[in-house]
Structure formats: structure tokens, C-alpha cells
């Protein structure tokens, strides 16, 4: 099985209007040779003009969240059929915001991750410790639990990725140690290889939480670490530009 190809993907959360789609251009311009696959996953607002300013460039467009039903009545929210109409090819699902904001549970994310699949994109799930869990020793056990809770058995044979990000590195500008990563890293690829059997080898993990271009060499060359979830540093093409030449 070979190595997955790495993704580098940059979480704009809640920021960023049409203006900020000149970062978005400038990270298109400035990508040149990568071995990245490299995404921007900009509020719903901006999905559509972002995925249009992109269409000739290698940089995919994301959303950040989806609902788990087609269509209906849920005032507010974003349907994943919705963001692939508007040029979405990636979601993200479970990020640590949603699950603590809208107490997203893991079956939650599970059937949001069915909802990708079903239309068309590709889920990056999150998973990741509070201070508390890791402080009692939890971290491996609460990540686990979540990787097993949260991505449905129907993503056999499925592009996915799972995202670990620790809920206190998230624009904290804290980030575990390089051996701490590695042993999620290496839980999370048993768990997925338990899940999936060999194909399991194949799914990227992705680091996220505080990460910049001035750790980003360490942190996407570390055992089992197969891209970058990238929230504050993705806002600015030059920084995310630093990061993805870190690969
Ligand atoms: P951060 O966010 O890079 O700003 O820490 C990462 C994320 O929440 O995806």
C-alpha cells in the first residue's frame, strides 16, 4: 500500500469576506510544484465565489460543516448536497468548535460523514483531547473512542481523511511534543487499519492546532503524519504557502 499523497488543508473558521478571496488567489499563484494536495475551506458564504476563482487552479475548495440530511427544514444550516452544487469537493466534519459549540456527538459526526459520502465530497474528520483528557492520561483511549465512533463503516473504499487536532493546540499556539503526535498518530492508524483492514494504511492523518510555517517542517515530517489541518495560518496566503513548502 503506498504512502497516502499529504493534504494540506486551511480551516478559515468564521472569517474572511469576498475580499479575502485575493488570499485565496495568492495561494493559488504562489503553490508551484507540491506534493500536497492542497485545500481551502472557507465559511458557506464564500464557498461558491472561492470554488469559482479556483476552477483552473490545483487548490480544492471545503466546506466546514454539513448537515446529515439532503435538504429540509433546518433553519441555517448547510446541506453537503448544497456545497458540492457550489463547487465543494471536501468537507470538514466533527471539528472540536462544532462538537463543543452545537455538542455534536460522535454518532453526529458519523452521520454527517455518511452525508459527505452521499454527496460526493470527501469528509476530514476531526477528532482530539480536552486539557482534562489529557491530563488524567486519556488521550489515546477519548481519540479512539471518537475515530471508532465517528466515521461510519460505508467509508470502505471512500477517500477520507481524520484530522487529529487536541482541542487546547487549537489557536492556542501550543502544540504537543513531536513524540506526543506520533503516538496518536500511530493509535489512530491501528484503529483505522482494525476498521478498514490494509486500505486503513491509506487514509490520511492530518496534524491540526497552532500549527505555522515555523514547526511545520517537524510536525509533517513526524511518523504517521500525513498533512496539516490549518486554521489562524491559513488566513494568510504567505503563511500557508510556508507551511505547504514545509512538506
Ligand atoms: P489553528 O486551528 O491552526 O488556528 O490552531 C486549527 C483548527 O482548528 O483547525
Redesign the pocket.
Known amino acids: 500500500m503506498t504512502a497516502p499523497r499529504p493534504l494540506i ?1 486551511g ?1 478559515w ?1 468564521m472569517n474572511g469576506l469576498a475580499a479575502s478571496l485575493a488570499e485565496a488567489k495568492a495561494v493559488a499563484a504562489g503553490l508551484g510544484d507540491t506534493a500536497a494536495r492542497v485545500a481551502l475551506c472557507p465559511s458557506a458564504t464564500l464557498v461558491a465565489q472561492m470554488a469559482w476563482t479556483l476552477k483552473d487552479s490545483a487548490v480544492l475548495v471545503g466546506g466546514q460543516d454539513c448537515h446529515a440530511q439532503a435538504s429540509g427544514a433546518h433553519t441555517g444550516d448547510v446541506a453537503a448536497e448544497q456545497l458540492a452544487d457550489a463547487g465543494a469537493k471536501l468537507v ?1 466534519v466533527g ?3 462544532r462538537r463543543a459549540d452545537h455538542g455534536e456527538t460522535d454518532a453526529a459526526v458519523a452521520a454527517k460523514t455518511l452525508a459527505a459520502l452521499r454527496a460526493g465530497l470527501e469528509p476530514i474528520v ?1 477528532v482530539g483531547e480536552t486539557l482534562e483528557q489529557r491530563k488524567a492520561g486519556d488521550t489515546l483511549a477519548v481519540v479512539t473512542g471518537q475515530v471508532r465512533g465517528s466515521l461510519p463503516a460505508e467509508l470502505a473504499g471512500k477517500a477520507f481523511s481524520v ?1 487529529y ?1 487536541p482541542v487546547w ?5 501550543l502544540t504537543p511534543t513531536t513524540p506526543e503526535i506520533e503516538d496518536v498518530h500511530r493509535a489512530i492508524r491501528a484503529t483505522l487499519t482494525e476498521l478498514f483492514g490494509e486500505a486503513g494504511r491509506a487514509v490520511p492523518i492530518l496534524y ?5 510555517p515555523s514547526n511545520a517542517v517537524e510536525i509533517l515530517h513526524a511518523d504517521e503524519v500525513g498533512g ?7 488566513l494568510k496566503a504567505d503563511d500557508f504557502l510556508g507551511i505547504i513548502r514545509a512538506l
Open positions: 488543508a480551516n473558521k470538514i471539528h472540536s468548535e476531526c484530522a487536532e493546540a487549537i489557536g492556542t499556539g491540526g492546532g497552532s500549527v505555522k496539516a489541518l490549518v486554521g489562524g495560518a491559513s
